[in-house]
C-alpha cells in the first residue's frame, strides 16, 4: 500500500463508541444492516478516527506513533493491514491516488 494514499469513511455507515471500542454498522435501503455489524478496538478505532479524508496512511501512522510505543515497522504493516479490511468491507474509500 502507498503511504501517500488517503482514506475516507464510506459515508453509508453509523458509527457509535462502545465501551472502548468503535462499532460501526452499514446502512442498506435506509436500514441498518445488523448482519454485517463491525467492532474496532482502542488502536483500531484510533485509525478509524484519523481516516477523515484529509490525512494521507503515512500521516495517520506518525500521529499514532506520537501514541503509542512501537516501532515505526510494525505499526506501518499493522494499520496498513486494517486499512486493507476496512476497504475490502466497504468501510473505507481511497480518495487520493487510488480509484473509488
Known amino acids: 500500500m502507498e503511504l ?3 482514506f475516507r ?3 453509508s455507515l453509523v ?3 462502545l465501551a472502548g471500542e468503535k462499532v460501526i454498522i452499514p446502512i442498506r435501503g435506509k436500514v441498518g444492516d445488523l448482519g454485517n455489524i463491525y467492532t474496532l478496538n482502542g488502536v483500531g478505532s ?3 478516527n484519523l481516516l477523515d479524508g484529509t490525512r ?7 500521529a499514532l506513533g506520537e501514541q503509542y510505543e512501537v516501532d ?3 505499526l506501518s504493516l499493522d494499520v496498513q493491514a486494517l486499512l486493507v479490511d476496512l476497504q ?3 468501510l473505507v474509500i481511497p480518495t487520493a491516488g487510488g480509484s473509488e
Open 72 to 74: 515505526f515497522e510494525t
Open 9 to 11: 469513511r464510506n459515508d
Open 56 to 62: 494521507d496512511v503515512r500521516t495517520i501512522i506518525a
Open 4 to 6: 501517500e494514499l488517503v
Open 46 to 48: 484510533d485509525v478509524w
Open 15 to 17: 458509527t457509535r463508541d
Open 88 to 90: 475490502q468491507e466497504g
